[in-house]
């Protein structure tokens, strides 16, 4: 009885399958995942960036008008285009020797206020709520007869960002103790 051997190419058909299979065993094992956690360290970081600066944009906001605001388009022009923000360019700080401008450069170049309207990953815009106070204060004649309820409204003592894509919030709407406290640090 004699064993008839197998042709050379079917062997070598074999080892071109085997190398295309470790091939993408080391793609899908290794190399992707490694990409996609990449990505998402990149996202994280660059949509922090973009939330520190909004949050650098409310602080000022805060100070030029006395309380936050949930208006993002009004925050990014104010930004934009108010003069005392742009003088902040040129100003040092005596102490420090820094810059009195708070923004920050992005991961992706530099500051860009347009940048900070969505969240880099989905694209969406970023959630920005501030709290409404309602305060009630009756006023009573001195035989005990009610005379008025006096109403005050407190919009904007406390804000609230947060990332669409779940990178993280800052502020509190119920705490003034996490007022511009990012949930990261």
């Known amino acids: 009885m004699s064993s008839k051997s197998e042709p050379w190419y ?17 793609q899908v094992a290794i190399i992707g995942p490694t990409q996609v956690i990449e990505q998402e360290k990149y996202w994280r970081t660059e949509s922090r960036a973009r939330m520190l600066n909004l949050r650098e944009a409310q602080i000022l906001w805060k100070d030029r008008y006395g309380n936050y605001t949930d208006n993002l388009e009004n925050l990014i022009s104010f930004v934009k285009n108010d003069t005392a923000i742009a003088n902040l360019k040129d100003q040092i700080d005596s102490l420090s020797g820094r810059s009195k401008y708070p923004f920050k450069p992005l991961i992706s170049g530099p500051f860009d206020p347009d940048s900070l309207y969505w969240a880099p990953k989905s694209h969406s815009y970023y959630f920005l709520k501030v709290d409404t106070t309602v305060n009630f204060d009756t006023v009573v004649n ?10 005050l409204t407190e919009i904007g003592k406390r804000y609230l960002l947060e ?5 993280g919030k800052i502020g509190d709407l119920t705490s003034d103790a996490l007022i511009n406290t990012p949930s990261w640090e």
């Open 10 to 26: 079917v062997h070598a058909i074999l080892y071109v399958i085997i190398i295309a299979l470790v091939y993408v065993l080391i």
């Open 142 to 151: 001195r035989r005990g007869n009610i005379v008025r309820i006096d109403t």
């Open 163 to 167: 990332d669409p894509d779940g990178f």
